[in-house]
């Protein structure tokens, strides 16, 4: 087994680094630190099993905990406050645009529902009976699905001229507006006519 090396506590004038940060070991003394004081032998001058120096753990520390570039600053709280105001402004518009894109589709959805519901509600009327007065003899009304309500008003045709007015009369002709509501608020009104041949 080789012999180990014994390493002088002090040894020859020899530097780590150009930079003062990384550790200077000088026979003179331990190397100070960047404020010029002076740091203590043990953490700072010595040498490995390899003869090299070893620049102790003060030196290791500066070089880890200097900045990468010296003339770059890093952000300050004012800087960082203003990028997060910034994100959150942003995520409140998106979160905006998708809530009114969703109530936007949920009307056009309900919109054209209500506008198949009075399709089928016009054609229900055409094959029914004529009724001289609906309001004994109603016309059949079309069964809507839960939250829909469908309605009919009828009016009637003033011969010979007109015009249709809500007054029960028999002269051959009614206006029937079939209305749509969904949840208690109106979404469509379609206009029908029923003759009596």
Same mark, same amino acid.
């Given at each position: ?7 002088? =506590? ?18 003179? +003394? ?6 010029? #004081? ?17 620049? @102790? ?5 500066? =070089?880890?905990?200097?900045?990468? *570039? &010296? ?13 997060? @105001? ?12 998708? @809530?009114?894109?969703?109530? +936007? ?10 506008? *198949? ?6 054609? #229900? ?12 003899? &109603?016309? &059949? ?9 469908? @309605? ?8 010979? *001229? ?11 002709? #009614? ?9 208690? #608020? ?5 206009? +029908?006519? =029923?003759? *009596?041949?």
């Amino acid at each position: 087994m080789p012999a180990r090396r014994s390493c002088p =506590k002090r040894p020859p004038a020899f530097e780590c680094s150009d930079s003062p940060t990384a550790g200077e070991l000088r026979a003179g +003394g331990p190397a100070p630190d960047p404020q010029g #004081q002076p740091r203590h032998p043990e953490l700072v001058e010595g040498c490995r099993a390899d003869g090299k120096p070893n620049i @102790g753990w003060a030196a290791r520390f500066d =070089k880890l905990s200097a900045p990468a *570039n &010296p003339g770059e600053a890093g952000f300050t709280l004012v800087e960082e406050l203003v990028a997060l @105001g910034i994100v959150a402004i942003g995520l409140a518009v998106v979160l905006l645009a998708i @809530g009114t894109a969703s109530v +936007g589709l949920r009307e056009t959805d309900e919109h054209v529902f209500a506008e *198949n519901l009075a399709r089928s509600q016009l054609e #229900q009327l055409q094959t029914a009976t004529y009724s001289a007065n609906p309001t004994a003899v &109603p016309y &059949p009304i079309v069964s809507a699905p839960a939250g829909y309500a469908v @309605g009919l008003t009828v009016e009637y045709w003033t011969a010979p *001229n007109g015009p249709f007015t809500a007054t029960l009369r028999n002269d051959g002709m #009614q206006r029937i507006t079939v209305s749509i509501s969904h949840d208690g #608020q109106p979404v469509l009104d379609v206009a +029908g006519y =029923k003759v *009596n041949r």
